[in-house]
């Protein structure tokens, strides 16, 4: 590549300070990248209620057509029901089939030699379950009944079932845990189980999962274990719904939303994106955490084979966490957006 | 009443060893309850194993027609699909239509006088959404596709939130919190939030929720804002599956599971069941902790009218925890399910 095509889509609220921060912390990589070209594109619930559309063509089509990657910020969710609006994020993991959420959740020990306490990957399926949107509503003598589908399919299992034992077979435990509620959903949550649990015995990938250990958790007692005693976990693999849960339960453990990172990944595009949402209390008041957004940048090169600048990027964020300097307030400091990012980059 | 009828159903694992703790906590209560009369009653999957029945109809029939109240153990997960196996607690919670799980989740402080740190309650929708499970599988070309129903209904959404106000009336916040993904699931979980929130404004309610304060929280930021800043919350109300997530979340904010009572309660019935599982690691050793399956009795007995009885109950709990003499291994003990059962009819 002479040049990284990345689409910037800041989206809403706090997206807008943050993904500017994480454009920065690429810009200051220099040669170790090939040299970056920013696509700003629009979506997110300000620009429906501008425009009508929370996602635009264009934008879709930029990403598809003009980008190798991008970042996302964060969307708003509509304090009531708005006819016509539907979440940017989610349409747009499924129009560019970014079938795996990937979530890191790790602590920083103040020791840069020491093992972080906290130290899993949330893998969640990205296109299915309850995220597929298929709902109706009926009116019936006893009042409205409304109805939603929840999708599991084995070649979405699977695919996220692989994602996950490539993830844990680069890690030092090789440890996948199946989370599901197969008690209860015996049929959706069953097929996910068993598919992914199927993984390794697959002909195309003979042998090669041989030292990964599988484990498994019921979602509710997962959560529960996640708070006791998070050390069981390594790779967590989830569907939808139960992967958007555990991640911010996991994001608890480290302190703040604000220092989560995630890569929305297919086999052919990835975008990064922090897990905190918009924050709309604090928007505009140059207060959010930039780190969670220049993380999923880090996460976003690494996944493009660009280690070397995407280690430049932790460590740096990872000095700057470990001196405690600069921390905005939801670390309990008193830094803005901006002298985080600028102690960042001054490590870079 | 003359008499005080209690089916009996411990089910499996150490449902086996609380249930009996439970109702050796009730004999002892003496003439603040009717006499107590226990019936024995049948379900589980161990019981499936045996006979092909998880749930004997001649244990709903008792429930139904001989019983004032009842309490339920815990059920195993089959590890592996089971054909014909189906949850006897979902089951039983839809054939008596018990359609409120309450689960109070409260730490006990040091000082009997104290404000405890952790008080909250979880109301779960208790018959409907994913938990109708209502699958379907069929086969394509590119593997198999399960499907299943998610069920809101406006009928179910507002007696559940009538039984959310009438509980936060109680309460000195009064804070009901309503829990949703409407930002996905914007015609199921839209539905249930906006019946939730009409409640205080149905005519047959007039002005009798006007002291209530109403919130809402997305789910996946309600469990982090859970384990980040539990004192947001008073009351929170859920769908099914969301609460029974954030019931095992809040239990890991009191240290333990084995702390965690619940009810699930119809117009007509009651029944009450810890929130812990079977817990087949620990099954047989005589350590399993008694006090959830202590505490649902007295909420039992408590919904029933029954508040000095209940209150007798929770107090000789809370003195032996505060004491701290006698504790089982959950809660970083040594004590056993005997002892601390011993410790708490001393004090009823
Ligand atoms: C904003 C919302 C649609 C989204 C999701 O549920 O996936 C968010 O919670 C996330 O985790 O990225
Ligand atoms: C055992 C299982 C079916 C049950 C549920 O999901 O309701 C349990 O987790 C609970 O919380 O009572």
Request: some cysteine; aromatic content about 4%; glycine content about 8%.
């Amino acid at each position: 590549r002479q040049s990284l095509k990345i689409g910037l889509v800041p989206a809403d609220g706090i997206g807008k300070e943050v993904i500017p921060a994480a454009r920065r912390a690429i810009e200051a990589l220099g040669s170790d990248i090939p040299k970056p070209e920013f696509h700003d594109l629009v979506a997110g619930f300000e620009h429906f209620t501008r425009s009508g559309t929370a996602l635009p063509e264009e934008t879709v089509r930029a990403l598809r057509e003009d980008c190798d990657a991008a970042l996302f910020g964060a969307v708003s969710s509509p304090s009531r029901k708005v006819t016509g609006y539907t979440s940017p994020i989610v349409a747009l993991r499924k129009e560019l089939d970014l079938y795996a959420n990937i979530r890191p959740v790790v602590s920083v020990s103040a020791d840069p030699r020491g093992k972080p306490s906290i130290d899993m990957v949330v893998v969640r399926e990205n296109t299915e379950c309850l995220y597929v949107k298929q709902e109706t509503m009926i009116h019936t003598e006893t009042g409205r009944e409304a109805r939603a589908t929840r999708l599991i399919t084995e070649r979405a299992s699977r695919r996220i079932g692989k994602m996950a034992f490539e993830i844990a077979l680069k890690r030092p435990r090789k440890l996948v845990t199946i989370i599901h509620k197969s008690n209860v959903l015996s049929v959706t949550d069953g097929l996910f189980r068993e598919t992914v649990r199927g993984v390794p015995k697959l002909p195309e990938v003979a042998g090669r999962y041989d030292n990964v250990t599988i484990a498994e958790q019921i979602v509710d007692s997962a959560v529960y274990r996640l708070f006791r005693e998070p050390e069981i976990y390594d790779v967590m693999v989830a569907p939808n719904l139960y992967g958007d849960i555990l991640s911010d339960a996991a994001a608890a453990l480290v302190g703040s939303l604000g220092l989560v990172p995630s890569i929305n990944a297919g086999d052919h595009f990835v975008m990064g994106e922090p897990v905190h949402g918009s924050a709309p209390d604090i928007e505009g008041k140059g207060i959010a955490n930039p780190i969670a957004a220049i993380r999923s940048a880090a996460l976003m090169l690494r996944h493009l084979g660009y280690e070397k600048g995407a280690d430049r990027v932790d460590n740096a964020v990872n000095s700057v966490l470990r001196e405690g300097q600069f921390a905005t307030p939801d670390l309990g400091g008193k830094s803005t957006t901006a002298e985080v990012l600028d102690a960042i980059l001054k490590r870079i």
